[in-house]
């Protein structure tokens, strides 16, 4: 035999409180009994409480009255309105490019973080209360992104930045406490909370139905709350504060009756076709239905357009596939028929939900069935299904309280304690920003650690799940290092070749400058330097790196530059063989080369002046006592930096030479002089006579070749 649990539920609206007295066998449910009252005063306003004492009088009185029948009742199932739930779509995107792959804490972090933007999002908006003043009880992530791109799952994924975007549903923490509150004040303790919105759903609307997009509108006295399902979840909740009240007021107006009369009034429409009532002056009408519904037409446009303007608000201005009516108000006569060609839908897509359309409910024949009792019986059913408690836990030695819509985690608790979650990750290190040949690169600093859990003192993940009493200590995660590279971490590979120059070993390495200053690969790099890596790869560049002593003479044939105009030498250019084979200065080199490299020949300026037909100079021979002597005028000049050259004087690669043409003057007697060291006879008395050809001449004759020159010095005299 199956076991038997009796539920005591409450469904506390604006005008009146229903107490349900429900009996659960397996996963059947049969309504026992049921009573109804209205509020006294105006103890609550828009579906929350305003006075907590009148709603706990109202609510003792219903539990009284159930207990004569059914025996002492200590707890009760209950929901909060649906109109106080907030929900908040919100999209968080992180970094991932310094990142290794992406595991499930990383993806949860995210999702978190992306809650409780949406919570300050929240915030902002109602700018009265804070952030932490409001209870995540759900969220549902819609879609996962990686670099823009949608994407199933974020799991080992690499790229730039990766980002999830999540629907949350927040309730302000005030209206569960009054809850509470006024529960205790009527000696019951809260059995299960709910949601009015989510009852109503979880008992028309099953989960697999919720792909659809669908309205639920539960229409009561003073609100009607809305519900709009979508992609799997509950998109939106939102209220307008116009319902039944409102036809009843016009009822009221048109016919001139006391309210509770109108309300009967209205209720008595539902079944007959005419009515009979007395109005505040005594006088007994009999009026038709259709003759009502004219009267107060404009009242029920009114509910119409305020319902439609809130579903299409919600539902992002678009009518929804199909809209269920429930609560006492989605009676009203022509509503549901008016309110689907507001919305543009077929009249069959709008439609009347009661408890008849609930699955394994049965009744006891003194209740009647209707769309009023359907979200009741939805808190009753969800008290048993997906009962909602409390948890308490502390986090950083804070105590929170939480609201148990869902299995709590670590996670949930830190939202609900206002820890800044996109804060607890450490920073990455400082980037560098380096070139490499003229190629900028980046140049990550050391990843942010995790942030430290702790759930009684063992390490833990966001997702572990958390039972009341827990203590949640929560650490900043050390932020990255700065980033830090050796010159030798940014080349892959410094390569390098042995050559043989002249029989010498010679090692050629990459030329490597940081910041255009020669540098050791295993120099450190700093924040924007500049570094170039070359390894030769012709001979001629392979000289240049080894700062070969002849480097000029090998690259560039010699030149010199006489008057401004280039005159080049390969006679005077240094040659190179490479493996014995002579070859252009431009070609390749390979490791193990042997080069064999031939000076030039070393050019003086009289060679020079050979080479380039210039006469230096011009010469006679003459005979002085009877030796041949030659004497030498020069017809140019030669200068080097301003300084006049000799013949003999060696001329260097990239000399510039300046010459002068002088005019060709006679040789005379004088000239002699510089050719000729003259040495004065010891026995002579200082007196000469000059002799050309033996004849006396002076020392401004002119000479011509073959002439016989002498000088003849007086003897001293004999005494």
């Known amino acids: 035999m199956e076991n038997k649990t009796t539920v005591f539920a409450l469904d ?32 609550m306003v828009d579906g929350q409480i305003h006075d907590i004492i009148a709603v706990s009088n109202v609510i003792r009185d219903i539990k009284e009255t159930l207990e004569v029948k059914h025996g002492k009742l200590t707890k009760a ?12 779509r919100s999209r968080e995107t992180i970094q991932i490019s310094s990142m290794p792959l992406i595991q499930r804490e990383d993806i949860l972090h995210l999702e978190l973080s992306a809650v409780q933007k949406a919570q300050y999002a929240l915030a902002e908006k109602n700018q009265s209360e804070k952030s932490h003043d409001y209870y995540c009880v759900g969220y549902s992530v819609i879609h996962y992104f990686l670099d823009n791109q949608e994407i199933g799952s974020l799991i080992d994924q690499q790229g730039n930045e990766a980002s999830v975007e999540i629907i949350s549903t927040f309730l302000p923490k005030v209206v569960v406490e009054s809850l509470i509150s006024a529960l205790h004040r009527a000696d019951l303790d809260m059995h299960a909370l709910t949601l009015e919105p989510i009852a109503a ?35 939106a909740y939102g209220m307008v504060p116009i319902a039944g009240d409102e036809i009843t007021e016009a009822i009221s107006d048109q016919l001139l009756l006391d309210f509770p009369l109108a309300e009967q009034a209205k209720r008595d429409l539902l079944a007959n076709d005419t009515i009979q009532v007395v109005d505040i002056l005594g006088f007994e009408t009999e009026i038709s239905r259709q003759e009502v519904i004219e009267k107060i037409s404009d009242s029920i446009d009114r509910l119409a357009e305020s319902i439609q303007g809130e579903i299409l608000s919600l539902n992002k201005n678009k009518s929804p596939k199909a809209v269920m009516l429930v609560g006492g108000g989605s009676l009203t006569p022509e509503l549901a028929k008016r309110l689907a060609h507001s919305l543009g839908l077929p009249d069959n897509r709008v439609a009347i939900r009661g408890i008849d359309a609930i699955n394994q409910i049965e009744m006891t024949e003194h209740i009647k069935k209707g769309p009023e009792l359907v979200t009741p019986i939805g808190i009753a059913v969800a008290s048993s299904q997906s009962p909602v408690h409390y948890v308490n836990v502390t986090v950083n030695q804070k105590s929170v309280r939480l609201f148990e819509m869902k299995r709590l985690t670590v996670g949930d608790s830190l939202l609900a304690a206002g820890i800044k979650l996109h804060k607890l990750y450490g920073k990455p290190g400082l980037a560098m920003i380096v070139k490499v040949n003229h190629q900028t690169i980046t140049i990550p600093g050391g990843y942010g650690e995790s942030p430290v859990l702790l ?3 063992v390490p833990c993940s966001f997702e572990d799940e958390i039972t009341n009493g827990d203590e949640i200590m929560v650490s900043k995660g050390k932020d990255g290092a700065m980033a830090t590279v050796m010159i030798k971490e940014l080349i892959d590979d410094i390569p390098q070749k042995r ?39 012709t001979i001629e560049e392979m000289i240049r790196a080894s700062n070969y002593r002849l480097y000029d003479d090998l690259i560039n044939e010699f030149t010199i530059s006489l008057n401004e105009q280039n005159i080049q030498f390969e006679q005077f250019s240094s040659k190179i063989t490479r493996n014995g084979v002579k070859i252009p200065i431009h070609s390749p080199f390979m490791d193990e080369d042997s080069f064999e490299i031939e000076p030039g020949a070393t050019p003086t300026l009289r060679l020079f002046a050979e080479t380039q037909k210039i006469q230096m100079d011009y010469t006679i021979q003459v005979f002085f006592k009877e030796k041949m002597i030659s004497l030498k005028k020069p017809l140019h000049e030669f200068y080097r930096n301003g300084k006049i050259l000799h013949e003999d004087d060696i001329l260097k690669h990239g000399d510039k030479l300046q010459m002068r043409a002088k005019e060709a003057e006679p040789f005379i007697f004088q000239d002699l002089f510089r050719f000729v060291d003259i040495q004065l006879p010891t026995d002579s008395i200082g007196r ?23 000088i003849v010095w007086s003897e001293k005299s004999i005494s």
């Open 499 to 537: 050559i043989y120059m002249n029989g010498e070993e010679v090692v050629i390495t990459a030329t490597i400058k940081q910041n255009h200053q020669l540098a050791n690969p295993e120099s450190f790099v700093q924040d924007h330097d500049e570094i170039s890596f070359y390894f030769p790869e």
């Open 688 to 710: 000469f006579k000059l002799l050309k050809n033996e004849e006396d001449c002076t020392f401004y004759d002119v000479l011509s070749p073959g002439d016989h020159l002498d």
């Open 77 to 88: 199932a209950v929901a909060a309105a649906g109109r106080s739930l907030k929900t908040e």
């Open 455 to 457: 759930k009684n003192g």
């Open 12 to 43: 506390i609206g604006t005008r009146s409180v229903v107490g349900l007295i429900v009996e659960k066998t397996g996963s059947s449910y049969k309504i026992i009994d049921l009573v109804i009252r209205e509020h006294k005063e105006r103890a």
């Open 201 to 235: 759903i979880n008992v028309l609307i099953p989960q697999s139905m919720r792909r659809l997009n669908v309205a639920l509108v539960d229409i009561g006295a003073g609100t009607s709350d809305i519900a709009i399902t979508d992609e799997g979840t509950v998109v």
